[in-house]
């Protein structure tokens, strides 16, 4: 398995007053697919929009996403 | 299903019915006739029109054109190994033939067909990378 960028987007909607996809994605100006995929770890995002997302939760990007070496 | 994905499927759809018009032509004359139902591939130009951006929806964002780009990408390749496979086909075929010409007419098909193979692989290839499963985009 190679290397990946997990993230806490999911568990930080629910924090947040469970805010829908559809909400966040709005805020972040892409679509609700793409959060989808994001969430399910299926797409990585650009570095503009991890910073969007983080932005949105009012958190430092590191703690939203977070690198794993070789998936662990 | 955003635009693209919509806009692929109708390339897909009179692509196809385009091909298979030809198929069935190609039963009743063996004349460039068989051809005129490539003629359908015009209604391609209005895809700007029918598929329009909606005012205020998030339609492509940054993962859509990583799609788009990749299609693009994939559909080039394709219509030049077709470009390329057909030019040798003919030559492979003039050549068993011991024929030294050969008629001029078939160099804008093969142009044209690659064409065709562009539009179809890129349409294709956004389809399944929104299919679900394929590398990690979903619908």
Sequence with gaps: ?72 | MNTELKSAWYTVVVVVIALLGCLLMSAYTRTMAAFAPLGLLGLLGFTPILFRKQDGKIDLDERDLEVVQKASTVGGVCSYLAFVVGGMLLWGVHFYRGESQMNVHLIPLLIFGGAIVLYLSRSVFIISQYSGKALGIDG
């Design chain 1, 1 to 72: 398995m190679g290397d990946q960028v997990s993230n806490k987007v999911r568990e930080l909607r629910f924090e947040n007053e469970r805010m829908t996809q559809q909400a966040l994605a709005e805020l972040t100006g892409v679509s609700r697919q793409t959060i989808i995929s994001i969430e399910s770890n299926r797409y990585t995002p650009s570095l503009l929009l991890a910073m969007k997302i983080a932005k949105a939760f009012d958190r430092a990007v590191e703690e939203v996403f977070s690198y794993c070496e070789n998936g662990q």
